[in-house]
């Protein structure tokens, strides 16, 4: 692919808890790709059939740090993330097979 679609998974408290109740999983996606190359990508990487495609555009937030002479301000990046909800029965091994 020339642009790379999905940057990497979200992997918080809330996350886990959408994949486990919900079979829904969070991505941090390009902020250029729309929800048809979304669906496209994941069906492509993980070899499941998905449902539905959710997205959002995180903003960025505001950030300080203090020095010996100065205050910086600055501003996190924002970006794009997308919930993937997959058929029932199908999941995702975001972790790849790591024991415990």
Do not use: C, H, W
């Amino acid at each position: 692919m020339a642009k790379q679609i999905l940057i990497k998974p979200v992997i918080t408290e809330k996350a886990t808890q959408l994949a486990d109740k919900r079979n829904t999983y969070a991505f941090v996606v390009n902020k250029g790709v729309n929800k048809i190359e979304i669906r496209n990508a994941v069906e492509q990487m993980f070899n499941v059939t998905v449902d539905s495609v959710n997205t959002m555009v995180m903003p960025g937030k505001p950030k300080s740090r203090s020095t010996k002479t100065a205050i910086v301000r600055g501003t996190k990046s924002s970006y794009k993330k997308a919930y993937v909800t997959l058929t029932p029965g199908e999941t995702i091994d975001l972790f790849g097979g790591i024991d415990d």
